[in-house]
């Protein structure tokens, strides 16, 4: 079965600083997709950035950007220029034919 | 395009009351899906149609838990009779056909059951 681990429960960052989120995932699967989504309190999931398994390259999204590692089945979140706005848990997703949750990270933005 | 619509926003009630939830989803989306998110946790997939056929219900509680799609469009959840540990959040989202392209989340409905 697959399985998305989240090892960071909390994790906080300078305003204006850089940070990085961890997610691991595993599967036997070849072709699938992974998402990063933000809740912030409004409950609502907001679709951050999405890789696809088979691109080499990593996605990228104005200041959020991935290191997306298939053989070590690891997909990192990198955030730039840290904005108050960006406080809020985020969750590390593995699609294939559903759609699998890590535990998610609260990131506090410190001002 | 407007967003999945879900309510009501919050409910309260009692162990063993029966509670509902609606959702609609985008327009055109094929695929909706009910999730339930326990405090501190990520979402769970409960239930995933396709049009208005079920595709996946392995983790909704059958004895309690019944959700239906009748005309392929808007979506309930139901729960009957409610446990205390079913407080949580209930997330509504939809997608195109595969979901690859991504997921349209509601803004979930908080349970609380006392």
């Known amino acids: 079965a697959q399985t998305v681990t989240q090892s960071q429960p909390e994790m906080s960052v300078q305003e204006a600083e850089t940070v990085t989120l961890s997610c691991t995932y595993d599967?036997?699967?070849?072709?699938?997709?992974l998402f990063w989504y933000k809740q912030p309190p409004s409950r609502q999931m907001i679709l951050v950035i999405r890789?696809?398994?088979?691109?080499?390259q990593n996605a990228t999204e104005n200041r959020f950007s991935v290191n997306f590692q298939k053989a070590a089945k690891s997909f990192s979140l990198k955030i730039s220029d840290s904005q108050l706005g960006d406080a809020a848990m985020y969750f590390c997703?593995?699609?294939?034919?559903?759609?699998?949750f890590g535990k998610g990270t609260r990131l506090h933005i410190l001002p | 395009e407007a967003g999945v619509a879900q309510s009501p926003r919050y409910k309260i009630i009692e162990k063993r009351q029966s509670v509902a939830f609606w959702c609609n989803p985008i327009?055109?989306?094929?695929?909706l899906y009910w999730y339930q998110q326990i405090l501190g946790q990520g979402p769970k997939l409960l239930i995933q149609?396709?049009?208005?056929?079920?595709?996946?219900d392995s983790q909704l509680p059958k004895d309690r838990f019944s959700a239906e799609r009748l005309k392929g469009v808007d979506s309930t959840l139901k729960i009957q009779p409610a446990k205390l540990e079913d407080s949580a959040v209930y997330l509504c989202?939809?997608?195109?056909?595969?979901?690859?392209?991504?997921?349209?989340f509601g803004s979930g409905t908080r349970l609380t059951v006392v």
């Open positions: 989202a939809s997608s195109l056909a595969t979901g690859l392209g991504g997921y349209t």
């Open positions: 599967t036997s699967e070849s072709d699938y997709y």
């Open positions: 890789q696809e398994a088979y691109k080499q």
């Open positions: 997703a593995y699609v294939n034919d559903k759609i699998i």
């Open positions: 327009s055109g989306h094929a695929t």
């Open positions: 149609f396709q049009n208005n056929g079920v595709v996946d």
